[in-house]
């Protein structure tokens, strides 16, 4: 078919390609909103009845050293009043203290700002007479501060970081080609992963955290970590790709050691 019809087989082999880049890409754009969705800094929303009205809140759970924590909570009823209990060290049985909120009607309190990677806790209490109701119902929020990051540091950090994604999911799609270009596509891989992990890492963690590495071997860091073991996975597969040992096979298992780190949910 191929040399009786070459211009067909060109076309069939073009859009299978597109398809094949068509697929990764939302295979990573799936990853990119799950991880953003399911990760502790992702504010906390939702809804409470009280007194018959139903009031929306939105709970920002991540915040910059660079200012104090605002929350504000709307609500129809200008009788309504509220506080805000908070503690800084979430994991004692420290007592809350209580900060009253301002405005009438747009409830408003400023909590004070914390150093890189500290937390605090907190929730609202709102009162009408005898009336009260509490914000969030189930459990109070946390809050993790960090440093500010530039944007060019953090747009290239996020371009690279999901690039490698693509680039490893497309490799993995090398299984559907009698023809692979395994080796191409894993160097792209590795190199996209290198630098938005390691070199622009490092300066994302130092401006947020104040130190370029929380991973082994001198911490615990889980979204370090996670990295490291995606590098390293794919630099084993490359090995064996090099090697012309089962190339498919070890680029799809890198692939899915990259969609399992790339699932857990980012800044554990």
Excluded: C
Aim: aromatic share 14%; net charge positive; charged share 20%.
């Amino acid at each position: 078919m191929r040399l009786i019809f070459p211009q067909l087989w060109i076309s069939i082999r073009m859009k299978k390609t597109i398809l094949l880049w068509a697929l990764a890409l939302l295979i990573t754009v799936v990853s990119a909103v799950y991880q953003r969705i399911s990760g502790p800094t992702f504010p906390r929303s939702g809804s409470v009845v009280f007194n018959g009205e139903k009031i929306n809140y939105k709970l920002e759970r991540s915040h910059t050293t660079s200012s104090n924590y605002y929350l504000e909570i709307k609500t129809a009823d200008p009788s309504v009043s509220g506080i805000v209990k908070w503690r800084k060290n979430y994991k004692t049985l420290d007592t809350f203290t209580v900060v009253p909120m301002k405005g009438s009607g747009n409830l408003t309190a400023e909590l004070p700002a914390q150093g890189p990677q500290e937390k605090f806790q907190y929730y609202i209490e709102l009162y009408k007479g005898d009336v009260s109701v509490t914000i969030p119902e189930d459990k109070p929020v946390i809050v993790r501060f960090k440093g500010d990051v530039p944007f060019w540091i953090l747009i290239p950090h996020i371009l690279f970081m999901f690039g490698a994604m693509m680039f490893s999911t497309r490799t993995a799609f090398e299984l559907f080609n009698p023809q692979e270009k395994i080796k191409k596509l894993a160097e792209w891989t590795i190199v996209l992963l290198f630098i938005g992990g390691f070199p622009l890492g490092f300066l994302m963690n130092h401006f947020a955290f104040g130190q370029m590495w929380g991973g082994i071997p001198f911490g615990n860091d889980i979204t370090d970590n996670k990295t490291l073991i995606a590098f390293i996975g794919w630099v084993v597969a490359y090995i064996m790709i090099r090697k012309k040992e089962q190339p498919k096979l070890f680029a799809l298992l890198a692939a899915i050691l990259m969609i399992i780190v790339y699932a857990i949910p980012h800044s554990v």
